[in-house]
């Protein structure tokens, strides 16, 4: 990416459809579309309707134009949006008549990153825009919107501000002579560091739960062959995804279906019969569920009578489902074993409410903003450590103000990485190039 040049692409999809918006971004925006639209100005934030044409004079479309002045904008640099009609080839010919009268296609990210770069967003905001784009929930994209308006960066920096003032008292402190260190615990600085550590800890336990509503969670449904795996997927989708026979291993290849439970995305696996194979393909059924089992959040061990083994599961926690509840035979007396009926859907919604519960989906709350990804999780954890290490050297009988400092600087390190003040650029680069080319 070289800041100061003008960059171009398109906002939406590329595809038929009605309306298609190609965003520039850059010193030139300005320039560049009084040049096409043969305009002397535009008027910030107001649409004006007229014409693009290319270098030659020749008329691309008629469009709908509006400009965002810096500081003002997505980006924090003059940007123009330029809505035409949704034909690929027409959003093509714009893009090639904005670059060129000056410039470039833009990489994936890059106007967030701009808007990164400018101060407008802070890397947890920036997270908030990849995953509102990619959002498979209504209670996700409100949980994101909350984020993107700073409301978790707000809390975080809250933080940030607390550990920087006992960080200024320590310094303070070590510049008074050594023999002058107070040898107990100011109550200042206990207060201040359990005051962060609560809110820090605060965070790591709900970060789970904005993970678990951001990417979702997967479930596999194992078991011997002929059991009722894809009867209970079919029951649970509402569908018939999955073909049903009674001949064993019918099921070779694992079958996906995604379904929303309380706004959380759930993957449901089909997977192939656990038994000795007996041909190649079915080897690979076997082999591939054995890999989905050490994947799983949650594996349904699926039997249809009390004898029957349980299937291998390679350590996710697991819910006994007991299917063919219809048939008299079928009974158990073990209180852990869900008794369904996939034919009758008699027991799904124990089951359902089983799966939610395992899952932490029903603690799920989207009042307040929580931690949604890996790295964000990652960050508070080291954050959390330090701020334990500092308490537990707080707590000896001889306080060692320096190293109690250095600890403090960790943990700010950390949450400056969180919020992106101080992240390396490999980080950097891997979070832009999850994005889209248009954002």
Same mark, same amino acid.
């Given at each position: 990416?070289i800041?100061g040049?003008t960059?171009?692409?398109?906002?939406?999809?590329f595809?038929h459809s009605? !309306?298609?918006?190609?965003?520039?971004?850059?010193?030139?925006?300005?320039?560049?579309i009084?040049?096409?639209?043969k305009?002397?100005g535009?008027?910030?934030?107001? /649409?004006?309707?007229?014409?693009?044409a290319?270098?030659?004079? +020749?008329t691309v &479309?008629?469009c709908?134009v509006?400009?965002y002045?810096?500081p003002?904008?997505?980006?924090?640099?003059? !940007? =123009?949006?330029?809505?035409?009609?949704?034909?690929?080839t027409t =959003?093509?010919?714009?893009?090639?008549? =904005?670059? /060129?009268?000056?410039?470039?296609?833009?990489?994936p990210?890059?106007?967030?990153?701009?808007?990164?770069i400018n101060?407008k967003?802070?890397l947890?905001?920036?997270?908030?825009v990849?995953?509102?784009?990619? %959002?498979? %929930?209504?209670?996700?994209t409100r949980?994101?919107?909350?984020?993107l308006?700073?409301?978790?960066?707000?809390?975080i920096?809250?933080?940030?501000t607390?550990?920087?003032?006992l960080?200024?008292?320590?310094e303070?402190q070590?510049?008074?002579?050594?023999?002058e260190?107070?040898?107990a615990?100011p109550s200042?600085?206990?207060? #201040?560091?359990?005051a962060?550590?609560?809110?820090?800890r605060?965070?790591?336990?709900t970060?789970?739960f904005?993970?678990?509503? +951001?990417?979702? /969670?997967? =479930?596999?449904?194992?078991?011997?062959?002929?059991?009722g795996k %894809?009867?209970?997927?079919?029951?649970?989708?509402?569908?018939?995804? %999955?073909?049903?026979?009674?001949?064993p291993?019918?099921?070779?290849?694992?079958?996906?279906?995604?379904?929303l439970?309380?706004?959380v995305?759930?993957?449901?696996i089909?997977t $192939? #019969?656990?038994?000795?194979?007996?041909?190649e393909?079915?080897?690979?059924?076997?082999?591939?569920t054995?890999n989905?089992?050490k994947? /799983?959040?949650?594996?349904?061990?699926l039997?249809d009578?009390?004898?029957?083994k349980k299937?291998?599961?390679?350590?996710a926690?697991?819910?006994? !489902?007991?299917?063919k509840?219809?048939?008299?035979?079928n009974?158990?007396?073990?209180?852990?074993?869900?008794h369904?009926?996939?034919?009758?859907?008699? #027991?799904?919604p124990?089951l359902?409410?089983?799966?939610? *519960?395992?899952?932490?989906? +029903?603690k799920?709350?989207? &009042?307040?903003?929580?931690?949604?990804?890996?790295? *964000?999780?990652? $960050?508070?954890? $080291?954050?959390?450590?330090?701020? *334990?290490?500092s308490?537990?050297?707080?707590?000896?009988?001889?306080?060692?103000?320096?190293i109690i $400092?250095?600890?403090?600087?960790?943990a700010?390190n950390?949450?400056?990485?969180l919020?992106g003040?101080?992240?390396?650029e490999?980080?950097?680069?891997?979070?832009?190039?999850?994005?889209?080319?248009?954002?």
């Open positions: 990416m800041l040049d960059i171009v692409a398109p906002a939406t999809p595809g009605g !309306v298609a918006v190609t965003r520039i971004s850059g010193p030139l925006s300005f320039p560049i009084n040049r096409l639209s305009k002397n535009f008027s910030n934030r107001l /649409a004006t309707v007229c014409s693009i290319d270098s030659d004079g +020749n &479309d008629r709908v509006t400009v002045k810096k003002g904008s997505y980006t924090g640099e003059d !940007v =123009v949006e330029i809505s035409s009609h949704g034909n690929p =959003v093509e010919y714009i893009i090639l008549s =904005v670059c /060129a009268a000056g410039a470039r296609t833009a990489e990210g890059e106007f967030t990153k701009r808007a990164f101060g967003l802070d947890v905001q920036v997270e908030a990849a995953s509102l784009v990619n %959002s498979k %929930s209504i209670e996700n949980h994101q919107q909350k984020i308006r700073g409301t978790l960066s707000l809390s920096n809250n933080i940030r607390k550990i920087v003032s960080l200024g008292r320590l303070h070590m510049d008074i002579d050594e023999e260190w107070p040898t615990p200042w600085l206990v207060d #201040g560091v359990d962060v550590y609560l809110k820090v605060h965070f790591k336990k970060s789970k904005g993970r678990l509503l +951001n990417r979702g /969670a997967t =479930v596999v449904i194992a078991g011997p062959p002929n059991v %894809s009867s209970l997927l079919n029951a649970l989708s509402q569908s018939s995804r %999955s073909i049903v026979s009674s001949s291993g019918t099921t070779r290849d694992t079958i996906e279906v995604e379904l439970m309380r706004g995305p759930v993957l449901f089909d $192939a #019969g656990l038994r000795q194979p007996k041909d393909i079915e080897k690979e059924g076997v082999r591939r054995k989905f089992l994947r /799983a959040d949650l594996v349904l061990s039997t009578g009390p004898k029957s299937p291998l599961n390679a350590g926690p697991t819910l006994s !489902v007991l299917n509840s219809d048939l008299q035979s009974k158990t007396k073990n209180p852990s074993v869900i369904i009926s996939a034919k009758t859907g008699a #027991g799904l124990l359902k409410r089983k799966i939610s *519960q395992q899952l932490g989906i +029903n799920i709350s989207t &009042d307040s903003p929580s931690l949604s990804t890996s790295r *964000q999780h990652v $960050a508070m954890v $080291a954050c959390s450590d330090a701020i *334990q290490r308490r537990s050297l707080i707590k000896k009988q001889h306080l060692d103000i320096e $400092a250095f600890e403090l600087r960790e700010l950390a949450v400056d990485a919020l003040k101080t992240s390396p490999d980080i950097l680069d891997h979070v832009f190039n999850s994005f889209c080319v248009g954002k």
